[in-house]
């Protein structure tokens, strides 16, 4: 089934799948969230158990995060 949806997209765009507007690879991206954690007042803190919007975003950055890194 892949095979063929991105044979389908071939056809429509040459250029399909071939690293054109595609992301990189952020190889500093832990030291990153370390750096996160160290900034004074810093209210990201995806460890929280609170129930509102900032907390949910919180978790979901980080989630993002994990997911899309390993």
Known sequence: MLK???KMELKKDST?????LTSTFD?????KLHA???VPNN???PFT??????SYDDR???LI???GRY
């Open 4 to 6: 063929r949806i991105e």
């Open 16 to 20: 399909f799948a071939d690293g054109v």
């Open 27 to 31: 190889y500093a991206a832990d030291i």
């Open 36 to 38: 996160a954690y160290e």
């Open 43 to 45: 209210s990201f803190n």
């Open 49 to 54: 158990t609170g129930v509102d919007d900032d």
């Open 60 to 62: 979901k950055q980080y």
């Open 65 to 67: 995060f994990v997911l």
